[in-house]
C-alpha cells in the first residue's frame, strides 16, 4: 500500500510502511539474484544432494583422452550470438580482471567434494564485454578432446560461473582441464567442459556429447537431474 492508496487521512498505518518495505527489499533481492538459478551450497544445511558421497581426493573423468594445451598455445572463441565475437589467448585471458570462489564439485557418477578454491574469469565479466544479443539463449562448450556441453544463457549468468585456471592456488593440472576450463558450481560436474577451446552462443539448444547419450538436459543435482528418462 502506497501513501496516495491510504484513504483514512492518517499516517501511513504500520501495515502499509511494512509491506512497502517488504516489496522495495524483494525488488532489491530479484535485482541482485535475478540470474541466481539456486542457493550455494555452502549456505545450505546439507550440502550433499540426494544420492551423493563425499570423496576427499578429485576424481579424474574424461573420454580417455587427455589433451596437452600450454598456456602459449591455447585459444578460446567465443562466437555465436552475440554483438562482440572475442578470441582470447592466455596473455588477453590472464590480463583480465579475476575472481575467486569456493564451490562444491558434484559428479553425476555420486561424488561430492567440498570447498575447492577456484581462480579465474568470471562469467559475467565474459558476459559483459560479449554481450549475448536478444535471441541468445543457450551455450555449447567446445572442448580440445572434442567434448562438448550445453547449458542455458540464465546458467552461466550466475555469479558464481568461472573460466577457471586455478585449483587451491596452483594452475589446474592436464587431467583436470589445462590452461582453462569451465565451473558451474550449481550444476553436476559434466557441464563444466575442461579444456575449453569454444564458447558458442545460440538461439536454440544444441544437446552436447553426455545429453544426446542420455544425460539430462539440465543438471541440478538437488532435483537430481541425472539422466533424461
Ligand atoms: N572436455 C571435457 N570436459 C569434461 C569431461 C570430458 O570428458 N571432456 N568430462 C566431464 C565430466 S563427466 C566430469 S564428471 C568432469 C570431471 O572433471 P575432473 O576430471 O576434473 O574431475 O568433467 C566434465 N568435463
Ligand atoms: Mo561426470
Redesign the pocket.
Same mark, same amino acid.
Given at each position: 500500500m502506497r501513501d496516495d492508496d491510504n484513504k483514512s487521512g492518517e499516517p501511513q498505518s504500520l501495515l502499509g510502511q511494512i509491506k512497502d518495505r517488504l516489496i522495495a527489499s524483494k525488488e532489491k533481492t530479484a535485482e541482485q539474484g535475478r540470474h541466481i538459478t539456486g542457493t550455494p551450497d555452502r549456505e545450505r544445511a546439507d550440502r550433499l544432494p540426494p544420492g551423493q558421497h563425499l570423496v576427499e581426493k578429485?576424481?579424474?573423468?574424461?573420454?580417455g583422452i587427455q589433451p596437452d594445451i600450454p598456456r602459449e598455445s591455447w585459444k578460446l572463441t567465443i562466437d555465436g550470438a552475440v554483438e562482440n565475437p572475442l578470441e582470447w589467448d592466455w596473455q588477453t585471458f590472464a590480463a583480465q580482471p579475476q575472481t575467486s570462489y569456493v564451490s562444491d564439485?558434484h559428479?553425476?557418477?555420486t561424488w561430492s567434494r567440498y570447498d575447492n578454491r577456484w581462480d579465474g574469469v568470471s562469467a559475467r565479466h565474459l558476459l559483459d564485454l560479449v554481450k549475448p544479443l536478444p535471441e541468445a539463449r543457450h551455450l555449447i562448450f567446445h %572442448?580440445?578432446?572434442g567434448?562438448t556441453?550445453n547449458v542455458k544463457l540464465e546458467v552461466f549468468q550466475d555469479s558464481d560461473v568461472l573460466l577457471a585456471h586455478s585449483w587451491e592456488g596452483a594452475p589446474l593440472t592436464p587431467?583436470?582441464?589445462a590452461p582453462v576450463?569451465v565451473i558451474i558450481p550449481k550444476w553436476y560436474?559434466?557441464k %563444466?567442459?575442461?579444456?575449453i577451446k569454444r564458447i558458442e552462443f545460440s538461439a536454440v539448444d544444441k544437446p552436447g556429447f553426455?545429453e544426446v547419450r542420455g544425460y539430462n538436459n539440465e543438471g541440478d543435482p538437488w532435483n537430481e537431474d541425472r539422466y533424461s528418462m
Open positions: 578429485w576424481p579424474v573423468l574424461d573420454l564439485i559428479c553425476v557418477t %572442448s580440445y578432446d567434448y556441453t587431467e583436470h582441464g576450463r560436474f559434466w %563444466s567442459a575442461k579444456w553426455w
